[in-house]
T-cell receptor, first 115, second 115 residues
């Protein structure tokens, strides 16, 4: 069965601190995709990154970076020098493989950046 | 270009009534998926449509149904509303049913409240 676990329910950091959001996934498929989405108070899910199961390269995009480790089934997300605008709920999701395109979302991590 | 448009943004219905929600995908996108988001269950997949055909369905009762039109616009219908149907309903569109480098684009959702 597909499952995504985000153990951190809520995190608060002071502006300019670095913060890492954890994501652990379970799947029996060899081909799958992992995503991170951001949900601001307005409600829409904003796409941040997609990774396929064959691409374990870590990625950096501005203040965002992602660490994908198949050995530990983890896909962690780090925000460096956090800003108040980063305050949102962040979702990790798993998709693809034999179950089709539907997303299996984690329960989300609510990040609050305190000015 | 315009994003995914969901109407209405907010809706209040009475138990036992039915409701229809609308989703207009990004121009050119042919795949539309629906998700239900509640505080208790998180984000759960409802169904996915591609070229007017339902390709995948989540684990929801038959009261939840949907359809897609030839212009790729999609509607979902919930009949005999229950209090537990109160949720944010999110629609997502994608160019095809094959995962792309940009995943799915989500709309801002329709907030349904059942009283």
């Amino acid at each position: 069965a597909q499952k995504v676990t985000q153990a951190q329910t809520e995190i608060s950091v002071v502006e300019k601190e670095d913060v890492t959001l954890d994501c652990v996934y379970e799947t029996r498929d060899t081909t799958y995709y992992l995503f991170w989405y951001k949900q601001p108070p307005s409600g829409e899910l904003v796409f941040l990154i997609r990774r396929n199961s064959f691409d374990e390269q870590n990625e950096i995009s501005g203040r965002y970076s992602w660490n994908f480790q198949k050995s530990t089934s983890s896909f962690n997300f780090t925000i460096t020098a956090s800003q108040v605008v980063d305050s949102a709920v962040y979702f990790c999701a798993l998709s693809g493989g034999n179950t089709g395109n539907q997303f299996y979302f984690g329960t989300g991590t609510s990040l609050t950046v305190i000015p | 270009k315009a994003g995914v448009t969901q109407t209405p943004r907010y809706l209040i219905k009475t138990r036992g009534q039915q409701v229809t929600l609308s989703c207009s995908p990004i121009s050119g996108h042919r795949s539309v998926s629906w998700y239900q988001q509640t505080p208790g269950q998180g984000l759960q997949f409802l169904f996915e449509y591609f070229s007017e055909t339902q390709r995948n369905k989540g684990n929801f009762p038959g009261r939840f149904s949907g359809r897609q039109f030839s212009n790729s616009r999609s509607e979902m219908n919930v009949s005999t509303l229950e209090l537990g149907d109160s949720a944010l309903y999110l629609c997502a569109s994608s160019l095809t049913i094959i995962q792309t480098d940009y995943g799915y684009t989500f709309g801002s959702g329709t907030r349904l409240t059942v009283v």
